[in-house]
């Protein structure tokens, strides 16, 4: 069976457990104390436990930020070096263009520089 207890302010009797004189609301310093306390400790508890999750939220988040970064990095230098090579084989097909107008310029086809080619 609970202690009872009397309020100091209007003089009421009430068990020890409750937090606040139930006539008046004057509240109890220990039950008051023993209540935040217990909330306090609700309150770690939560952390503690939302510590754990949000850890590997930001964990897999980070993977996945990593994983993007990557490969926006890779398309970024396949862009690149494709027109690179793409400015490279042009340049390449303008010389060998240049090269045959000349040739066919100078009446030599190359048919004509196939055929000396085997002959040597």
């Given at each position: 069976m609970s202690k009872k207890i009397i309020c100091p302010s209007c003089g009421g009797e009430y068990e020890e457990h409750l937090v606040r004189c139930p006539y008046c609301g004057t509240a109890t310093l220990n039950a008051e104390e023993n209540e935040y306390m217990g909330k306090l400790e609700d309150v770690r508890k939560d952390l503690e436990d939302y510590s754990g999750e949000g850890e590997k939220q930001v964990k897999s988040k980070v993977g996945k930020t990593i994983i993007?970064?990557?490969?926006?990095?890779?398309?970024?230098?396949?862009?690149?070096?494709?027109?690179?090579?793409?400015?490279?084989?042009?340049?390449?097909?303008?010389?060998?263009?240049?090269?045959?107008?000349?040739?066919?310029?100078?009446?030599?086809?190359?048919?004509?520089?196939?055929?000396?080619?085997?002959?040597?």
């Open positions: 993007i970064v990557i490969l926006v990095m890779i398309i970024i230098a396949t862009a690149i070096l494709g027109s690179i090579c793409l400015d490279w084989l042009g340049r390449q097909r303008d010389k060998n263009n240049r090269k045959d107008e000349f040739l066919n310029n100078q009446g030599i086809t190359t048919s004509m520089l196939e055929e000396t080619y085997y002959e040597m």
